[in-house]
């Protein structure tokens, strides 16, 4: 659990000393603790008592669906500065999207980070701008961010790497204003306790980085942090928790998949297996296809590393596609929303009541669609309408239905079937388990209908 969670909970554990100081106090003490301690303490406390009150409300299908009609953009807003590959000082800004005359007053947040290899790319990118406006009709708050580009000459793996530490500083500069924010003004009524963070390819890498890129020991010996900073930088708001709750990876990958702990956050991951820039699994990654760069872990071998040590993580494959396929492609990105949506969804601290399942009630770690880990099946459109298809290379002899309860709902029996069809029916939206069967193997796959 994230410290400032901790600080809220347990004030008088904090501020036990300062009472005590309190009881007597010498005349220069008494100065201090009307012009410093006090209004700490008076902060913390009534931000303890007014977030005790409030709580996520899915009942309305808000976050699982889209309920807003349009979205309000507060473009340019500065959240930062640091010095740039160039060695010249650079504002960070950002745009944030809000739904249109929403009311509530603590909302999740979604940080995304754009790609460009580092070099390029801007947080007005298609595939940003349309997760970020999908996502605020939802009832999220989105935060689309730039951050420090450049890899300077010679052109190879301590200048990427470096790269990707100043992305990583600048996105945990973006999550701490929100923070910041939060406790003194609230302008975008965001939950503090919910924050998100995401993106898509180089954007990818960041997110997954912040997150699990967290330990001096793990540093690769090539940063130098008396002359780049530390692990949360220095790029502003200094003094607010930079940590998230789950990773959003698109088309990304990890210098190391042993950044993953036990007992770390969730991830959701969706990557193509013909991705010739980002590797799927374990490969060499080249930037602009020319310069060889380093080996890293692409989102299958995270998904497998992570399955293996009790991680939490769900992952979708664009099967026999490239790179980020969701841009510019409106039947991918639909996909890639349903997807992303339904992970966070699962994440989320619902009030009593609400119509969706919560995942990790029934679905233990190594219990993932098997399209995340068997490369012998095919599956889609997944979540669907109407019909899930399923290809397999291996002879389909039964499937059975069942909804999260355990409720069988279908059985099929088939003879040596290479594919088949799940026909939703009057199934109402939701996820379901399907057991498939090969003869010799039982393969338990996570479908949905939206």
């Not at 969670?5 to 009307?34: A, G, H, T």
């Not at 990557?271 to 930037?287: A, E, F, K, R």
């Not at 969804?345 to 990790?360: A, E, I, K, R, V």
């Not at 490369?375 to 039964?398: C, F, G, M, R, W």
């Amino acid at each position: 659990m994230p410290s400032f969670i901790v600080l809220n909970r347990d004030i008088k554990q904090y501020f036990l000393p300062y009472i005590l100081i309190c009881y007597n106090p010498s005349p220069i003490m008494r100065l201090m603790i009307k012009s410093m301690v006090l209004p700490i303490i008076f902060t913390l406390f009534f931000s303890c008592n007014v977030r005790a009150q409030t709580f996520i409300d899915c009942n309305s299908l808000r976050y699982d669906q889209e309920v807003f009609s349009s979205v309000d953009i507060s473009s340019n807003i500065i959240y930062g500065s640091n010095i740039n590959a160039n060695n010249a000082s650079e504002n960070l800004i950002m745009d944030i999207y809000q739904p249109s005359g929403d009311t509530a007053q603590f909302r999740p947040l979604i940080v995304w980070v754009h790609g460009g290899s580092f070099i390029g790319g801007t947080k007005n990118d298609q595939d940003i701008t349309s997760l970020s406006m999908a996502f605020a009709k939802r009832g999220y708050v989105c935060a689309s961010i730039s951050y420090r580009l450049g890899i300077p000459v010679p052109i190879g793996e301590t200048n990427a790497t470096k790269a990707v530490y100043r992305a990583v500083q600048d996105m945990k500069a973006a999550v701490r204003f929100f923070r910041k924010d939060a406790a003194i003004s609230n302008t975008y009524k965001i939950d503090p306790e919910i924050i998100f963070g995401g993106g898509s390819s180089a954007g990818a890498f960041t997110a997954l980085h912040l997150a699990y890129l967290n330990e001096v020991s793990e540093l690769p010996s090539v940063i130098d942090t008396v002359a780049m900073g530390n692990i949360e930088g220095g790029s502003g708001n200094q003094g607010y928790a930079s940590e998230i709750n789950a990773v959003i990876n698109l088309c990304g990958a990890l210098g190391f998949k042993e950044y993953i702990i036990p007992g770390d956050i969730p991830f959701v991951s969706m990557h193509g297996t013909n991705d010739q820039t980002v590797p799927y699994s374990t490969d060499t990654i080249y930037l602009l296809g020319l310069f060889p760069i380093m080996e890293v872990d692409g989102s299958y071998a995270a998904n497998e590393y992570a399955n293996s040590i009790g991680v939490y993580n769900e992952m979708y494959t664009y099967f026999g596609s490239g790179h980020v396929p969701y841009l510019g492609n409106t039947a991918y990105m639909d996909t890639t929303i349903r997807f992303v949506s339904n992970f966070l969804y699962d994440q989320l601290n619902c009030t009593p009541g609400d119509p969706s399942p919560l995942p990790n009630t029934f679905i233990t770690t190594g219990l993932i669609s098997v399209i995340d880990r068997d490369p012998t099946l095919k599956i889609y459109p997944n979540p669907a309408n109407h019909v899930v298809n399923i290809e397999s290379e291996d002879a389909i002899d039964s499937y059975k239905l069942f909804d999260l309860t355990g409720r069988l709902l279908q059985t099929e029996i088939f003879s040596n079937r290479n594919s088949v069809e799940v026909q939703r029916g009057n199934l109402p939206v939701g996820f379901y388990i399907l057991n498939l069967n090969t003869g010799t193997t039982e393969k338990k796959i996570k479908i949905s209908f939206n």
